[in-house]
């Protein structure tokens, strides 16, 4: 899907289209000033190199990449002091978009632990069934991480607050021309999916330099 695609797909369904039974029109709840959305930030904030990842919920490849290459990065590189790590959210559909309001209604504190759970358990919940089902199994995935029904029905139904994390996906993936995911800006320069060895080896050169 192109990046042209993408937009106008998250513009016409995720934001037009109410979560079942529980988000009302965003276009209804929206204040006189958007709400601030955070990047999601890990790792030293002086670190040498910053590596920011864009990344869907709904992403196969994503889901990959956090299974099989994200713990090293993490273990090796983030928790180590020399790569300061942020996560873009990228929205391919609506069910993108209400697994990441999920993620944010943890806080910082929880987001990355509830991140694990939404991306080794995509293949269930997205493929839950129709919107409502959906819908049902991302609750019970917030349920697990400790999040409270109401807790969970608030960040649900909070339409602007998906406003603005669609506005703030689209001018962020502008900017560093998104088109794929996931992709990686590192130091400034952007990056397509690649492995543990190809990442690892990138990195050290730029600590090297």
Not at 17 to 22: C, E, F, M, S, V
Not at 34 to 43: H, K, N, R, W
Request: charged content about 20%; glycine content about 10%.
């Amino acid at each position: 899907m192109n990046r042209r695609t993408l937009l106008g797909a998250v513009a016409l369904t995720a934001l037009a289209t109410a979560i079942p039974g529980l988000m009302r029109p965003a276009l209804a709840e929206t204040p006189a000033t958007a709400p601030e959305v955070a990047d999601l930030v890990i790792g030293n904030p002086d670190a040498k190199v910053t590596v920011v990842e864009y990344a869907s919920y709904t992403c196969p490849h994503c889901a990959t990449f956090h299974a099989r290459v994200f713990k090293d990065l993490k273990a090796n590189y983030i928790d180590t002091g020399k790569v300061r790590f942020i996560y873009r959210e990228v929205y391919f559909d609506r069910y993108g978009l209400w697994a990441a309001m999920v993620a944010r209604c943890g806080g910082e504190m929880r987001y990355f632990g509830i991140q694990d759970m939404l991306y080794a358990e995509q293949a269930d919940w997205s493929g839950a069934g129709g919107a409502v089902d959906v819908v049902a199994a991302l609750r019970k995935i917030g349920l697990k991480a400790g999040l409270t029904n109401e807790a969970l029905d608030a960040c649900m139904q909070d339409g602007a607050m998906a406003e603005a994390m669609v506005a703030k996906f689209q001018k962020d993936s502008a900017a560093d021309g998104i088109d794929s995911t996931p992709s990686f800006v590192i130091n400034g320069k952007k990056h397509g999916n690649m492995t543990y060895a190809d990442l690892s080896k990138l990195l050290d050169g730029l600590l090297a330099g």
